[in-house]
């Protein structure tokens, strides 16, 4: 528990540190690593966050989404922002080309991220779908961490067969009517 403690200690000041240097959101997650003798405690990996992911939630508290870029302030949406991104890069077939080029190298990354444009620009273009899959299955092998394997894996997924339809619940009928008001609240 003293290891947690301190651990999130050092995220936080360290990140506040950082912070206050003008440092973005996404810069300071790169940057920090824990101390080695934290780092190399085995209930402190990064199974279920990471110190990425937690150094961006503490940079969110205390300065919210905005980095302080202008040109982040207002941007468009995703998909209006895709179809320009893939016009002003060449088109989709010179897109895909790059990133499949990256994806060779390892630079996986990058290629998510270029993909995501043409996915969003042309939700119907199955090559770019099947590449950005692939990409993302890749990302989920890599990562230790839980909740980041399981979205970059369910992407791939749902890429490749579209999105699950789920009910509300999870629990079958006879199971809702078997449970008190108390035990199903």
Not at 64 to 76: K, R, T
Not at 94 to 105: F, G, S, V
Request: glycine share 6%.
């Amino acid at each position: 528990l003293s290891n947690h403690r301190d651990a999130y200690k050092y995220l936080n000041d360290q990140t506040l540190r950082l912070m206050n240097k003008g440092y973005t959101m996404t810069e300071i997650s790169e940057m920090i690593k824990l101390p080695e003798k934290l780092d190399q405690d085995w209930a402190l990996r990064g199974y279920y966050g990471s110190v990425s992911h937690n150094v961006k939630a503490i940079y969110q508290k205390y300065l919210g989404w905005y980095d302080s870029n202008p040109a982040n302030l207002n941007p468009l949406p995703p998909e209006d922002s895709a179809k320009k991104y893939v016009e002003y890069m060449g088109g989709s077939k010179a897109i895909i080309k790059k990133a499949r080029e990256a994806y060779n190298k390892g630079d996986y990354r990058w290629a998510a991220e270029v993909m995501n444009k043409v996915v969003f620009a042309e939700p119907n273009n199955t090559e770019a779908k099947n590449l950005q899959a692939d990409i993302l299955e890749q990302l989920g092998y890599q990562s230790e961490n839980g909740t980041w394997r399981n979205e970059y894996l369910m992407g791939a997924y749902e890429l490749r067969n579209g999105v699950i339809k789920t009910t509300a619940t999870t629990a079958s009928p006879d199971t809702l009517t078997a449970m008190t008001s108390d035990m199903i609240l």
